[in-house]
């Protein structure tokens, strides 16, 4: 049991593991601190295993754990020349928690604690200051009351809010000794009355109480529901750190601050912090005194007038400044630190990681490896992939002249324009239509998902950054603003108001997820760019890198911003997009109302020119790099009109009469979309469509090579293969229409042909379908509605409850699920076996995930293909699977 | 190559192993009675393997064959002491085709091969009967130009009508020598100007096109139309017959006939066939006489005048009777012969295994046990059990008075009332309220097949037998009339009508699939039963088979027949549709429609009494046999009402709002409804569901047991699971409310919790699924849907393309697909293994495949599953599925 409980000092920690395992994250570092010599306070850490020992003893401290905690305390004593509950020299502890990760929701600290009716009287003799010491024993008694007893604060607050308003006062520090003497007595009562036992004066209890309340906070409702947010296990337990307590409020030899090694906002190699003297630290973050800066250059910089710590306290600055180079130096990371002056000596509390911004996260990993603190590698696993996300966004070109109209919560950073819709059917109308919208709601609902999914960006006028908007939106990688109260929304009538300006459905908008700001009309945006220390991390990781990453796209625009990014490839080029434009969706209608094969090859043929075009424009951009074009995949009443207007406008252009297209759309409607006639189905039904579709691929590569273009090898795709038979008739069509081009033009024409395996079937089933195919493509989007028998359209009434009830770990849609894992690793293992030559990658979303992406280097696969914004997370991600292998 | 040509009489056949696949079917039984020693025209089989050479050669006869061929004519020539193509005593000959199974769509026969104008002239002198000879001579020109020489047969049918029109006559019979000599003439100018060259007169080149015409029938369209519906393989080829000519038409002491050994319509064990004296073997089926009766026996019960073959031939009778004995004890089973007498000299043309119907074969398998023939074992794998269907389906109380109103096609069997209803959606949404319905249409179409589904019987007014209503009928299991052209159908005023009767939507009518009959109102049906020889067979096949077999059913009437019928327990008890009775469906409504959980919990109070009594009835009926109750799985929508007056309905009744339904109908709206919020999804979401479910079912038990009623474990199984979390949980809810149950009432309730493997996931993560299940029930319904990624409601649109391209083998929704399979095996090996005495059973609609059952057995399930009327089939199937272990 003794080995549970470690004093800072002690050497003993030298020989554990994981020390953050065991010892959690702040009493590592402190542990660490001791030994390496710095001022630390003394005190010792419980172990996380502890609180295990703690729930299995029906919540309590068995007797052999306050046995070691006594003993620890003792030493303290012993190192503080101090004993804990002395009437003269008391020793006063904080006590607080410490998980293996920063975690929000759990007991935070308690101060001051070994206060009592009689340690606060040699505590204001000690410091000489009756009111100071009177004041840390009402908030000793406040917060141990709330936390450790369950007392809720307000009481305590309104005592001192009448009190004050008795005594005709504003101000706490207008209360002098006296007045705290009586709240005192007061806090104490209602302690009484509402715990019906008095405020413990037993300095022991109060430690056994403090430490308890710890490891209950483990298991508090906001702790439980940041673990599940967060994917902690619940089995990691916190640790208990005991610590001597060192005031910075004794006098004007006495700071207290925050420092940060290095600009967490830049990530220039300059100390940055904050520090006040005669302060607690409380006082620093509660904003009531402005704190000052700590080096010299930064108060300069910064116009400031207040003295910086560097010039009111040099010596103590120099300690502080060597030590945090020790620190930096040791833990190879940009520090984290906060400290005590007491009575000029200086005392470090805390030091971590510190938290920073994307951009530093770059510019700091980069910087060292140059200063040869860490290897490329170290510096290539120290950034999360995905928080390059928010280097990736468009941004407002600020040379264009805006009018903002109103602002919000920058809830999902991205800026974008679209025409204002208001309910979640037209935005996936006129995404259906290829046009942008921008989905305007009061807040949004798990009805909307699909909604969010069609518009390109979404506002809501209710609601904060952790609304169901936000949280999905940045999801999604949606722009996203929340919570403008400014606006005021009229769905029967369809616009919104602000108290300047009326805009209805259709109007043109931009919103700045980034900043929160509504502007009216269309703003040009900035695509962000790789360059300098990114542009170098981005390289260093490719050097690792044997995982590919291609890009998901069809239109020349994104294509390019793929290729920006890196992108070595399209892993999928939709098709269908191609059809939705206006100068061709009448054409496609036109097929699909064909009543014979005649009628429908005359339809396609008006398609091809169109087909050959786009192909030809995305070949050149990508410039000799591979592309694999997905033939025609969604069922075809996807094509069709759905509002009565459009049926006329069909039925006037086509000369078909509206029952007509009417029983078309009847005929074509299914139950469900997501498992009917589409895909290669649609090809076996009707193979003029994807003749047509091979014949424009090959017909471009002929132009490109007439052209002098570079030429490329198309890998050509079929969507929703089950069976062998499948793949081998699409073969077959696909050789047939190449043979013909070839034959027509005299001429070679290289080309792989592939499928997608996106449905259990093909996994199960891939030694037989990779008979025919050179490559497979983990359609995972597909793969996962199938294999859990989900609808991702229909999940939102569900979502929610499954991830409350802990079903989900994570979203399958988000990150692989395990299961469909599976099915992944016996389609790669089943399909090599029967062809060594198969090319393997994944092109669902999960292409851009880094968790999914370490996945599929697990498992072998050639490359990752994914949203054109997601290619430097993928690159990113990719290395750091290499080197995690 | 010698090896490939067989004589009939030859020792070598003895050593083929398999000699219907090398020889054919009827080549074999030839060679087979040649061996015998029994009377049997000289001849040879061109081995199946010689087909494929055939192919191979460019659709020719290549040397080596023909010499054989010619080689084994010369023996032929020497057993018959005739000549081909002797002006004298020539040998003539037919050549019939003969593939492993008997195949309509293939060339048959061609008689009288050997015939020109100068060897007709021989055979006129032999048979003494000119006419004879030039009516055989015309008829083999035009049996080998059309089927031969591709000359259409129409050509010389018209020729003679003319030639008839011109003398006057009516009849072929009224034409003489020389109007037959005239048309040969007219017969074979029709040939030189069709084919540019003269009617073969060359025997040998008659010979070598005939054989040729046998394999080029092989391929032809109907015969792989044949093959592909009864999944026949293409590479098995056709085997040739060649064999000297005998004649029944030679005289009064000549005779041609067809005999069953046994009786093939009621089984019973006495010769049954017909003959014709002076006849050729065509002439016995063309009707153009009336056969007569083979036994005396026979003419005397049919009170027919004719003499019997009995009579007329006692010599030849007798020598026949023998051969059938020998014959049926040879081949242990009933046989189908065919025979000539030629002047008074017997000759058998051909032995096979007769058809028969069900019954019969059930009588004939369990006789030929008691002659101790056969074995139980062999009779068990005798009988088709897919052929038991048609003794199992209800058939009209020929007691009632009915009203026949018209007629129409007996396309699928079984007799069934319902509410005339003239569209789908019609059919879908009264099956929805529980009503039973027949779906009239002119004709269907694949948009019809959820209509199908949800209608108890199809009628149309337009199709055949093998219409597409009657085959989707037939494949459902739904009693079908096709074709009815007595009744017109007026969709837009929503009414049949006869000559004499009109019929409106929501009228009842009753259809005998058996007959045809449509009748007026509702009719008493009986429920077909199982006894005698059925019964006792279906005790043979008790006493072998290892896997259990269940029934699928929820309702008292189906439970009964279930059990009737030898199920031995329920493998799945739908709760949901105990939902949709009147009485109840406003309190489902009512408990969707709340809005909080205490206002759901006072409408599934309302609903508690019901389901309780309902599974009191049920496991009183079950008796003691195990009941395996599935939870809620359908999406709460289908219970909500559709039409603006049901919604107005339940807004009176429930006192809510039009809008407020509405707006909460259009909230459950799904996209992909099969993969949306259901099983146990909505328990997730709406615990109390599955708590009240749970409590009626421990309630039920508790009441039998106070009642006596002898006691039942129930098997409590969770739909939809595809996590480990969701079945812990599920497992959980069910102990929970159990331990109340049996709190409240201090008794011990017994019970098993599993869940349905029905997703790819749950067959894949089955090892975690196992830890807290107590058995697996495979749906495979729902998981042939998500393997493949197909809406089973929306294959329809596909799926002929699929079997056209022969994509399917099989309709994957009938017989269980490989793929499917392999997850079962998979889940059945995981979860096994996870624990050890884990259950596993199957309850889709393969549970009564006989081809799934095998697949079962052999992957070691407890038990099938299946609708009531499938028990038979299914103990019967289960019973080979061990026997071919």
């Known amino acids: 049991m003794s080995n549970l409980i470690i004093n800072f000092n002690s050497n003993f920690s030298k020989k554990i593991k994981n020390p953050k395992n065991f010892l959690g994250g702040k009493g590592a570092n402190l542990s660490q601190m001791g030994r390496m010599g710095l001022p630390v306070p003394p005190g010792f850490t419980i172990s996380t295993k502890v609180c295990d020992i703690f729930y299995k003893n029906n919540k309590q401290l068995n007797k052999q754990l306050i046995k070691g905690i006594n003993k620890q305390l003792s030493q303290i004593e012993r190192e503080t020349n101090k004993k804990f509950g002395d009437l003269k020299n008391p020793l006063l502890v904080s006590v607080r928690s410490g998980a293996r990760v920063s975690m929000p929701g759990m007991m935070d600290t308690i101060l001051n604690l070994g206060l009592n009716d009689k340690t606060v009287m040699a505590l204001a003799k000690k410091t000489s200051n009756k009111r100071f010491a009177k004041d840390s024993y009402r908030r000793f008694i406040q917060m141990y009351s709330s936390v450790v007893l369950g007392v809720d604060s307000f009481n305590f607050e309104e005592l001192i809010e009448n009190y004050k308003l008795t005594k005709g006062v504003l101000l706490d520090t207008e209360l002098d000794e006296q007045d705290w003497d009586a709240l005192i007595r007061d806090f104490k009562n209602v302690v009484k009355e509402k715990t019906k036992k008095e405020f413990p004066q037993d300095v022991y209890k109060q430690l056994d109480g403090a430490i308890s309340a710890v490891f209950l906070s483990w298991q508090s409702h906001r702790a439980k529901v940041y673990r599940k947010l967060n994917h902690i296990p619940d089995d990691w337990g916190t640790a208990v750190n005991v610590q001597s307590m060192v005031f910075g409020n004794m006098g004007d030899d006495c700071a207290t601050g925050v420092v940060f090694t290095r600009d967490p906002s830049s990530g220039k190699n300059e100390i940055y912090g904050e520090y006040l003297i005669n302060a607690q630290g409380e006082d620093v973050v509660a904003g009531t005194r402005t704190p000052q800066h700590i080096t010299k250059k930064a108060r300069i910089n910064s116009g400031g007038k207040e003295l910086s710590m560097e ?272 100068d061709r969706i009448m054409s496609v209608r036109e097929m699909i109302l064909s009543k014979t094969t005649t009628d429908r090859n005359k339809a396609l043929a008006k398609l091809l020119p169109h087909q050959k075009k786009d192909f030809i424009e995305i070949f050149k951009i990508m410039n000799g790099l591979p592309v694999t074009v997905r033939l025609l995949d969604p069922p075809l009443h996807e094509f069709l009109p759905k509002s009565e207007k459009e049926i006329k406008d069909v ?48 017909e471009a590569i002929i132009e490109c090579k007439n052209k ?89 009434k569900f979502l929610n409850d499954y991830i409350e009830n802990k079903i989900f770990d994570i979203d399958p849609f988000v990150s692989i699920d395990e299961g469909v894992g599976d099915l992944i690793e016996i389609a790669t293992f089943k399909g090599r076996k029967q062809n060594k030559k198969l090319k393997l990658g994944i092109c669902g979303e999960h292409g851009g995930d880094p968790k999914s992406i370490n996945f599929c280097s697990t498992t072998g696969l050639n490359y990752v293909s994914c949203s054109p914004y997601r290619v430097p997370v993928a690159r990113l991600a990719a290395a750091q699977a290499q080197l995690k292998k």
């Open 311 to 582: 010039e009111t306290m040099p010596k103590v600055f120099k300690q502080l400044k060597k030590i945090l180079s020790t620190l930096e130096k040791h833990y190879k990371d940009m520090q984290d630190v906060e400290f005590t002056v007491e009575n000029k000596k200086l005392w470090m509390l805390q030091t971590r990681s510190g938290k920073r911004t994307a951009k530093s996260a770059v510019k700091i990993a980069v910087d060292m490896v140059k200063e040869k603190l860490i290897s490329r590698k170290e510096a290539i696993l120290r950034i999360d992939p995905n928080s390059l996300d928010t280097l990736l966004h468009p941004t407002l070109d600020e040379k264009s002249e805006i009018e903002v109209i109103a602002k919000g919560l920058p809830a999902s950073p991205g800026a974008v324009s679209g025409k204002v819709v208001f309910s979640s059917e037209e935005a996936e109308r006129l995404n259906g239509m290829m046009q942008n919208t921008i989905l305007v709601r009061v807040e949004t609902s798990p009805e909307d998902i699909h909604g969010m999914h069609a518009a390109k960006g979404i506002l809501t006028s209710r609601g904060g950054m952790t609304s169901h908007a936000a949280v999905v939106a940045r999801g999604m990688g949606r722009p996203c603003i929340s919570g403008s109260s400014e606006i005021s929304i009229d769905y029967e009538n369809k616009l919104f108001k602000t108290d300047r300006i009326k805009v209805t459905e259709g109007e043109i908008i931009t919103i700045d997820g980034s900043t929160g700001r509504i502007i009216l009309g269309e703003v040009q945006t900035v695509k962000p760019e790789i360059s300098g220390d990114f542009s170098k991390l981005m390289s260093w990781a490719d050097s690792f890198r044997k995982l590919k990453v291609r890009t998901n796209s069809e239109t020349p625009v994104d294509t390019k911003a793929a290729r920006d990014f890196g992108a070595e490839g399209i892993g999928l080029c939709r098709t269908e997009h191609m059809f939705f434009d206006e």
């Open 651 to 698: 039925s006037n252009s086509l000369g078909l009469a509206v029952t007509e297209i009417e029983s078309r759309i009847g005929e074509l409607h299914e139950h469900n979309p997501m498992l009917g006639h589409r895909g290669c189905r649609l090809a076996i039904s009707f193979p003029e469509i994807y003749e047509m579709q091979c014949r424009a691929i090959f």
């Open 708 to 796: 002098k273009i570079k030429s490329i090898i198309p890998e050509i795709m079929i969507p929703l293969v089950s069976t062998e038979a499948e793949i081998q008739i699409m073969k077959n069509l696909v050789d047939k229409v190449a043979n013909q081009v070839k034959a027509e033009n005299k001429t070679k024409i290289d080309y792989l042909v592939g499928t997608m395996i996106e449905l259990p079937r093909a996994a199960i089933k891939a030694q037989d379908i990779a008979k025919h195919a050179d490559f497979f493509s983990f359609g995972t989007n597909d793969l996962t509605q199938t294999t859990f028998g989900i609808s991702r359209d229909d999940s939102g």
